[in-house]
């Protein structure tokens, strides 16, 4: 069992940045794929960006290429998402979700994402 607390939320003016944080319980975080999806007001959740267990791969969705980066501390069981250049339509509650399998291929957007956190709102004004 993997439980995930989000944090790092908050309202920012168009073009500015915020970091999100995610921090799971357990002893087996290092061999979970982990992942940040979104859901904007209206619409459905949106796989944003994932990390590998090892921390050696990501992935990112087309609209927040060269703009988000994810990244993880094994250590610290800790998930970053580094949000910069933040637009309107980036608003959206953001969430933490990890893959439960243990050191699996990785695929991605593709997991199966089974635990989730509670969400972070992040709020760009124009």
């Known amino acids: 069992q993997v439980q995930l607390v989000e944090s790092g939320g908050g309202l920012v003016q168009a073009g500015g940045s915020l970091r999100l944080s995610c921090a799971a319980s357990?002893?087996?975080?290092?061999?979970?794929?982990m992942g940040w999806f979104r859901q904007a007001p209206g619409k459905g959740r949106e796989f944003v960006a994932a990390?590998?267990?090892?921390?050696?791969?990501?992935y990112y969705v087309d609209s927040v290429k060269g703009r988000f980066s994810i990244s993880r501390d094994n250590a610290k069981n800790t998930v970053y998402l580094q949000m910069n250049s933040l637009k309107p339509e980036d608003t959206a509650v953001y969430y933490c979700?990890?893959?439960?399998?243990?050191?699996?291929?990785?695929?991605?957007?593709?997991?199966?994402?089974?635990?989730w956190g509670q969400g972070t709102q992040v709020t760009v004004s124009s």
């Open positions: 979700a990890a893959d439960p399998s243990v050191k699996p291929m990785f695929r991605g957007p593709m997991h199966d994402y089974d635990y």
């Open positions: 357990g002893r087996t975080f290092s061999s979970h794929v």
């Open positions: 990390v590998s267990w090892s921390g050696g791969s990501t």
